[in-house]
């Protein structure tokens, strides 16, 4: 039996989990909508970024929603880990990494539908981008290749952590990244240290393109930027997976 | 029935500076039961988990159902069942799906599939909590779906690495009834244990691994026979009557405390008729009379030095 195939199992298995224990997908989709509703909906009015200030935020707020879900994907990939059945998969005549490509995929298909409720919400609260069929597709681009790096450097996280606890709190520094990048305010407006910090973060090029591409106006350095940490992390991430998967028996 | 299921020679494992096995050579037969007996630490999972293609040995061969580990590990693990020490079963899935889920990533063809899962459902006497997720199974039901799912292949060769440990006596027993099953219809079966009398209960043959050394290797028989270890118990009322009887049997040992005399025997009618009648010579009479066979525990304490709890600190 193909890869392919044994990842789809893998994958209708991580389904049947979230169907299951649907409080991980709440959260995922949840809770980036609640904190659009706050910094929007609440406070927007108080912030001067030039523009709109659901324009400004709906880009970043995307990014946050694919941080969100990954927390829940770094503690179902450890469960796994440290209950034994991964390495029943192991011993079995199943390629080795079905298992971890279901909990990638699975991953990124929730972090689609977070960021479609994400979308949804900004439409309502005024949101009013100017991007054509193709900036809409990179937009997509950008997501699902965001999507599948975080996926696999969480999947990484989750493997190397000793219990499924640690490895929840291992994906908090990926939630607690998007705040210090240009995602809720723009980065020049922040303090030094945490101005520089935020400039040079992956968060911030990534975001920038997403933004250019909304406004119709993609800056193609952010872009390639943004695809190179993309890129980086998920190349990282795969490999750093592969091994821990590897060497824990 | 001739052929070797699992051979295995001078296998060496060591993480770090800690010697694991030093040395283990095994053959087990097909369509036989093997035991490896230790206690814990003895290194008994880190040979199953070599065996099983999960941890690579640092020397050695081992070859299973035919093929090299190192070299067709995937031709090893077309062949083999296992289930390891804690039940590795999908929590949040019911029976019947972690059934369907071996069975998904078996086999491509669905047709049979569902018939596979029913029976082994209806065999592990799991039918009635089915539709229920595995979460909510107690220990012993965890145990049997788990090895359930391992019999969803149809593995010729089934590695059980303690699987009884944790479990309630009754649980115990099912468990053994089932692997007397598998047996029966020629699977072999290489089983780690602690327990000394589910080793002499189901195995063909046992190893005893004591700290990465196998000490011995034979049947439960020749394992007890390597000790002269069977010997009469007498139990007398006064320390005059245990006195006497002391001097009439030289090479016995009294226990003072419990007025009790160990004469070495050989368990056979005619030695103890004797040792009867030469009490009876000396008008002694022993208010208890009984005969003790070693059991495994003994041979372990001959064989190791140690007994099982001193090893296992």
Known sequence: MSTKSHSMVMLRRNFKHIARNPTTVFNAVLMPV??????????????????????????????????????????????????????????????????LTGHVVASLLTNLVAIGAIIGVAFLLGFSPSASFLDWLGVVGIVVLLGFAAGWLTVALGLAAKSPETAGLAAVPLVMLPFFSSAIVPAEKMGPGVRQF???????????TMRGLLNGAPSSSDAIAAIAWCVGIALVGYLWARSTFKKRA | MKSSAIAVSGLRKAYGDKIVLDGIDLDVRAGTVFSLLGPNGAGKTTTVNVLTTLVKADGGTVRVAGHDVATSAKAVRAAIGVTGQFAAVDELLTGQENLQLMVDLNRASSGNGRRIVTELLERFDLVESARKPASTYSGGMRRKLDLAMTLVGNPRIIFLDEP???????????MWSIIRDLVADGVTVFLTTQYLEEADQLADRIAVLDQGHLVAQGTADDLKRQIPGTHVRLRFTTVSQLDAAARLFPDSTRDDEALTLRVPSDGGTKSLRALLDRLDEYSLSAEEFSVHTPDLDDVFLALTGHTTEMAAK
């Not at chain 1, 970024?49 to 970043?60: H, I, K, L, N, Q």
């Open chain 2, 164 to 174: 009884t440990t944790g479990l309630d006596p009754r649980s115990r027993r099912t």
């Open chain 1, 198 to 208: 935020a400039e040079y973060q992956p968060f911030t090029p990534i975001i920038e």
């Open chain 1, 34 to 99: 609640v904190v659009m509703l706050m910094f929007v909906y609440m406070l927007g009015d108080a912030f001067d970024v030039g523009v709109d200030y659901v324009d400004y935020a709906t880009p970043g707020l995307m990014l946050l929603a694919v941080c969100y879900g990954l927390g829940a994907t770094a503690t179902s990939v450890n469960s796994d880990m440290t209950k034994g059945i991964i390495n029943r998969f192991k011993v079995m005549d199943v390629s080795r990494g079905a298992v």
